[in-house]
């Protein structure tokens, strides 16, 4: 029986990882963490009873508290409660879908207790890779990437002579958005951006997936991940999205991971690693597919991508502010209080006026992140 805890059980990766675990006899919840949405962690603890469960917010915390006193369930809050998580003794495999920077600390956390990682917080690499790759090898952890385009590559490697690995192609579908021109994009709504042509996540994911940010997210996380140098990890958009990422070798083979996109692949390679699990869903039909096609990006159109090139390549604090400026002005997007063109401005203007901190600690990680926010705040108002 392999004891999986899930932050972020209420978003869209932890509600899938709970599919496959329903599915999976010896997998058991152990741990569940979520944000604000008390209803449905309320059924979760029901159906899978785990040992203890974590609100982030106080009032959701004792809210939930009132709701689930009937069954033991031992319910804690805030950061407190998710470090309390990250190192029970009884979790084996810590699935990190929580989004934004508070996953870096319960990883850290996990890793310095021995935990495998289930790997969906982009932060956690993009803002600290330098502490947490070092960690997980001095401790000897695996961290398993979640992601659709992270697990393709470790997919392409595994088994391979990594020290061959000359380059990795990252694919990305473009978007709701591809082939647009900045002027065709000053005007876009909310509902536009919302609607991805081949993936079902959630509405943060999905425009960074519009903008491009979040392949810019995924550049750095792979540089972090497979000690890629970032003049080795290619953009390639790939609208079909059959082919999640690529690897090429030395002879200059390329070896290419495939599938329908469905996330539930990717979550199961992790919980079931090194094994392949039974998994229902649609599989490649090649010759309804006919043709597979591939674009360079357009990085003057969809700027943050070109941005998070700008950031990796600085290096230290920069990548934390890159982060948290999308993370706001996402958030001030989807609050309709700024237009669809006006996030990678805000996240140039973020990284320029920032005085950058070398091989940031976390305090210094969370301190860019809140001096970003404050910074963007004065910039709207």
Same mark, same amino acid.
């Given at each position: 029986?392999?004891?999986?805890?899930?932050?972020?059980?209420?978003?869209?990766?932890?509600?899938?990882?709970?599919?496959?675990?329903?599915?999976?006899?010896?997998?058991?919840?152990?741990?569940?963490?979520?944000?604000?949405?008390?209803?449905?962690?309320?059924?979760?603890?029901?159906?899978?009873?785990?040992?203890?469960?974590?609100?982030?917010?106080?009032?959701?915390?004792?809210?939930?508290?009132?709701?689930?006193?009937?069954?033991?369930?031992?319910?804690?809050?805030?950061?407190?409660?998710?470090?309390?998580?990250?190192?029970?003794?009884?979790?084996?495999?810590?699935?990190?879908?929580?989004?934004?920077?508070?996953?870096?600390?319960?990883?850290?956390?996990?890793?310095?207790?021995?935990?495998?990682?289930? /790997?969906?917080?982009? !932060?956690?690499? #993009?803002?600290?890779?330098? &502490? @947490?790759?070092?960690?997980? *090898?001095?401790?000897?952890?695996?961290?398993?990437?979640?992601?659709?385009?992270?697990?393709?590559?470790?997919?392409?490697?595994?088994?391979?002579?990594?020290?061959?690995?000359?380059?990795?192609?990252?694919?990305?579908?473009?978007?709701?958005?591809?082939?647009?021109?900045?002027?065709?994009?000053?005007?876009?709504?909310?509902?536009?951006?919302?609607?991805?042509?081949?993936?079902?996540?959630?509405?943060?994911?999905?425009?960074?997936?519009?903008?491009?940010?979040?392949?810019?997210?995924?550049?750095?996380?792979?540089?972090?991940?497979?000690?890629?140098? /970032?003049?080795?990890? !290619?953009?390639? #958009?790939?609208?079909?999205? &059959? @082919?999640?990422?690529?690897? *090429?070798?030395?002879?200059?083979?390329?070896?290419?991971?495939?599938?329908?996109?469905?996330?539930?692949?990717?979550?199961?390679?992790?919980?079931?690693?090194?094994?392949?699990?039974?998994?229902?869903?649609?599989?490649?039909?090649?010759?309804?597919?006919?043709?597979?096609?591939?674009?360079?990006?357009?990085?003057?159109?969809?700027?943050?991508?070109?941005?998070?090139?700008?950031?990796?390549?600085?290096?230290?604090?920069?990548?934390?502010?890159?982060?948290?400026?999308?993370?706001?002005?996402?958030?001030?997007?989807?609050?309709?209080?700024?237009?669809?063109?006006?996030?990678? !401005?805000?996240?140039?203007?973020?990284?320029?006026?920032?005085?950058?901190?070398?091989?940031?600690?976390?305090?210094?990680?969370?301190?860019?992140?809140?001096?970003?926010?404050?910074?963007?705040?004065?910039?709207?108002?």
């Amino acid at each position: 029986m392999k004891k999986i805890a899930i932050l972020g059980s209420t978003g869209s990766i932890g509600t899938q990882t709970l599919e496959i675990i329903r599915s999976n006899g010896d997998l058991k919840v152990v741990a569940l963490a979520a944000g604000s949405n008390v209803e449905q962690m309320e059924k979760q603890i029901r159906e899978f009873s785990p040992r203890i469960a974590a609100m982030w917010s106080e009032r959701a915390c004792e809210d939930l508290r009132a709701r689930v006193k009937d069954t033991g369930v031992k319910i804690v809050c805030g950061m407190e409660g998710l470090l309390e998580i990250a190192v029970m003794d009884e979790a084996e495999v810590l699935v990190t879908a929580i989004v934004g920077m508070i996953g870096i600390r319960p990883t850290i956390a996990a890793i310095e207790s021995g935990k495998t990682i289930a /790997l969906a917080n982009k !932060e956690t690499l #993009v803002t600290a890779g330098h &502490i @947490i790759m070092p960690l997980a *090898e001095k401790k000897g952890v695996s961290i398993l990437p979640v992601d659709s385009e992270h697990s393709a590559i470790y997919q392409s490697m595994n088994g391979e002579n990594t020290r061959r690995a000359e380059k990795i192609f990252l694919t990305a579908s473009g978007g709701p958005f591809r082939g647009k021109t900045a002027e065709e994009l000053e005007n876009i709504r909310v509902e536009d951006a919302l609607k991805h042509p081949n993936w079902a996540m959630g509405k943060k994911i999905t425009i960074d997936s519009a903008t491009m940010v979040n392949k810019g997210l995924e550049v750095m996380e792979a540089k972090w991940l497979f000690g890629m140098d /970032l003049d080795r990890i !290619e953009v390639v #958009v790939h609208p079909q999205s &059959i @082919i999640h990422s690529m690897v *090429e070798y030395a002879d200059g083979a390329v070896i290419a991971q495939m599938g329908m996109p469905d996330m539930k692949l990717p979550i199961a390679y992790a919980l079931f690693y090194p094994d392949r699990r039974p998994l229902e869903g649609r599989r490649v039909d090649f010759f309804q597919l006919g043709t597979l096609t591939f674009e360079r990006p357009d990085l003057e159109t969809f700027k943050g991508l070109k941005l998070a090139f700008e950031a990796a390549r600085q290096g230290g604090s920069v990548p934390a502010v890159y982060n948290a400026a999308n993370e706001k002005a996402v958030s001030l997007f989807l609050e309709r209080k700024i237009g669809f063109m006006q996030i990678p !401005e805000l996240i140039e203007a973020s990284m320029r006026q920032h005085r950058k901190v070398d091989a940031p600690k976390v305090e210094e990680i969370l301190q860019a992140e809140q001096e970003t926010y404050e910074f963007i705040e004065r910039v709207i108002n």
